[in-house]
């Protein structure tokens, strides 16, 4: 039975709200209607300020480039899918590895797998990180932990000239981005200007570049690029990655691995 357009314009919103960004093609699937129908109804709820319209599907209201959401609303967000995503990037990493951590919670999920590979030295602006490899027994299995210092971001990042200054006295082997936003035109993406600068010192202290990001990242765009698409040695994201959406990564990246999450 098809669903009215009220009905079907309440569960658009709803899931923008739980999502934070949904694209044209999942609505569409989702609600069983065209693509045309899903940009219709996103036009008149972004007229009634229900939802932001962008390039491809929509927004939470006020999810701009500046935008920055708090680590425990991002946290609760595609929880499958960052799941599955750091058992692959966590793959990547050999015992007795410098490994470089950036802030996010893709990578927090990262971090209690990587707390199982011995003797790491991992260097991080994240206390959540740091924490969550301190609670995964890290330090029992020879791992060492470095924590920058810096000043507290809402996505608890330590940003700064005091964090930048450490980052850049270091030779990483690899280095694990976690980003806001993916595009063809902006790269890698953030909505914190100083976030950036860290994030960039991170990037250019490692040898190897690894972006992690679920699919909801792509087409999001933050108000500083931290680096281009094809800055990135490889990129592991997951299985709700539209088939085009992979198409332009593979063309920018070396190597794109994309993760199935587990079916609830």
């Not at 996103?42 to 927004?59: E, F, Q, S």
């Not at 595009?183 to 190897?208: H, I, K, M, Q, Y």
């Amino acid at each position: 039975m098809s669903l009215l357009a009220e009905q079907r314009r309440e569960m658009i919103v709803e899931r923008v709200r739980t999502r934070g960004a949904v694209r044209v093609s999942e609505l569409a699937e989702h609600l069983g209607v065209s693509e045309m129908t899903v940009r219709r109804d996103l036009d008149v709820l972004a007229r009634h300020r229900l939802l932001d319209k962008v390039h491809g599907g929509a927004t939470v209201v006020g999810d701009h480039t500046t935008t920055e959401p708090g680590f425990a609303a991002k946290a609760v967000r595609e929880l499958a899918e960052k799941e599955a995503i750091a058992v692959e990037a966590a793959a990547l990493v050999e015992p007795g590895a410098a490994v470089g951590l950036s802030a996010g919670t893709t990578t927090w999920r990262l971090a209690h797998r990587l707390a199982r590979i011995p003797r790491l030295t991992v260097v991080t602006n994240s206390p959540a990180v740091a924490e969550a490899l301190h609670a995964g027994g890290a330090e029992a299995r020879g791992t060492t932990v470095i924590l920058t210092g810096g000043v507290r971001t809402p996505s608890e990042a330590l940003v700064g000239p005091i964090a930048i200054a450490a980052l850049r006295s270091l030779n990483l082997e690899i280095v694990f981005l976690g980003v806001h936003g993916m595009s063809a035109a902006a790269g890698f993406s953030t909505p914190n200007l100083t976030e950036r600068d860290t994030d960039r010192a991170l990037v250019d202290a490692g040898r190897r570049l690894v972006v992690v990001a679920d699919h909801t990242k792509w087409g999001t765009v933050g108000i500083s690029t931290i680096a281009e698409l094809n800055e990135a040695d490889v990129l592991v994201t997951d299985s709700g990655l539209a088939d085009a959406d992979r198409a332009v990564l593979d063309g920018e990246i070396d190597r794109v691995i994309v993760a199935r999450p587990e079916q609830p």
